[in-house]
């Protein structure tokens, strides 16, 4: 089973830029799928990354496309979401969350919300 924890997030300005971090632990981090999605008051649940286990294949919405960048540090068991010009629509309560999809999808990246694991969330204000 794996435990995510993530931080990060705060209040800023319109075009502002946040990094969100997410630790793990349990489970083997590198067999996971890592994803971000976000959780606006009134609004379905929104998958903004996902990160694959081989070879760093990546997914955004065309939301966040071009703003948003995920990467992974498999060797701390920490991946990342940097988010750049910030817009009020991006305010949310952001979770990252993890799947196995299996070595032969180990390729593949999958949009969240329907993953395995998640975290706590960390809440993420823009102002305008």
């Known amino acids: 089973q794996v435990h995510l924890v993530e931080s990060g997030g705060g209040l800023v300005q319109a075009g502002g830029s946040l990094r969100l971090s997410c630790a793990a632990s349990?489970?083997?981090?590198?067999?996971?799928?890592i994803g971000w999605y976000r959780r606006a008051p009134g609004k379905e649940r929104e998958g903004v990354s996902c990160?694959?286990?081989?070879?760093?294949?990546?997914k955004y919405p065309d939301s966040v496309k071009g703003r948003f960048t995920i990467f992974r540090d498999n060797a701390n068991h920490t991946v990342y979401l940097q988010m750049n010009n910030l817009a009020p629509e991006d305010t949310a309560i952001y979770y990252c969350a993890a799947k196995n999809f299996g070595p032969l999808l180990s390729k593949v990246c999958v949009l969240p919300p329907y993953y395995d694991y998640w975290g706590q969330g960390t809440q993420v204000t823009v102002s305008s």
């Open positions: 990160i694959s286990t081989r070879d760093d294949v990546t």
């Open positions: 349990g489970g083997s981090f590198d067999s996971y799928n």
